[in-house]
């Protein structure tokens, strides 16, 4: 548990390094309890300069074998494109030293992006000596992934660092969330690649290499490249484009589940 600590710890003075104060974050344009709601949804908070700087956007979900990605370009607001990353099995056995290479490879497997997204991880309760293994050493690769996206300069931007979504934010956002599980992202998904998509949403144009990419995967690597995708759109919903119209659906399923 002090481990798991620790590496929350270095990610949190590390982040709040890099960025403003949210009490100093003003959005001018946006109604206040948009801008109010804005600050709990995700971390670290940006200011308004640096989200109107945001061009493309890399949405990740990190599981214990795989890592889906999806890359937006938020101001064409188009789907670039879309994969997977098979992680090792035994990751849970490798040395510190080997973890950091397996980290520092799978970077290169991932798309460029001015901010990569994600859910927070979330602790799950009492676990075997194992399975505190098997935590412990993904939170390790995610503190290492994390630490090597912010520090990277592939890209001609100034910043590329990481941001983390409130956990199942997007999952109450696209009405994927029962209890606390998130069901398959197959249909929303299919629906913005046939443009159903509900209007509420903002609409995307997908590139044929992403469509091309998710197709071809198993139905494990489609709930991955799905899920990455929905938390980069409702990364951009939210924060770049405050859709007022998510802001308040999203309302709505909080009042809900209150009842």
């Known amino acids: 548990m002090k481990l798991m600590k620790k590496v929350f710890n270095v990610l949190n003075l590390h982040f709040r390094s890099c960025y403003t104060n949210p009490k100093n974050v003003r959005n001018k344009e946006a109604p206040d309890k948009i801008e109010k709601d804005i600050k709990q949804y995700y971390f670290p908070h940006l200011s308004n300069e640096k989200i109107e700087k945001i061009t493309n956007i890399v949405g990740l979900n990190i599981g214990s074998n795989y890592i889906g990605f999806a890359k937006v370009n938020t101001v064409n607001k188009k789907i670039m494109n879309m994969g997977t ?3 090792p099995e035994n990751k849970h056995k490798l040395k510190i030293t080997d973890l950091y290479l397996l980290a520092f490879s799978t970077l290169q497997l991932c ?17 075997d000596n194992t399975q505190f293994l098997v935590q412990s050493t993904r939170l390790q690769f995610i503190a ?7 520090s ?8 590329c660092t990481t941001i983390f979504l409130k956990p199942h934010l997007s999952g109450r956002l696209f009405n994927l969330l029962i209890g606390n599980e998130i069901v398959s992202s197959k249909k929303i998904v299919n629906e913005i690649f046939s443009g159903t998509f509900p209007s509420k949403f903002t609409t995307f144009e997908t590139c044929h290499e992403a469509i091309l990419n998710y197709k071809k995967g198993n139905s494990i690597e489609k709930d991955f490249m799905g899920d990455a995708l929905l938390t980069a759109l409702t990364f951009a919903e939210l924060i770049i484009y405050k859709n007022k119209k998510c802001y308040d659906s999203l309302y709505r399923v909080s009042k809900k589940s209150e009842k």
Request: charged share 30%; no cysteine.
């Open 85 to 87: 990353v098979l992680l």
């Open 111 to 127: 798309p460029e992006g001015d901010h990569y997204i994600l859910d927070e991880f979330k602790k799950s309760g009492k676990v």
């Open 144 to 150: 290492m992934l994390m630490t090597l996206f912010n």
């Open 152 to 159: 990277n300069r592939r890209s001609e931007n100034e910043h």
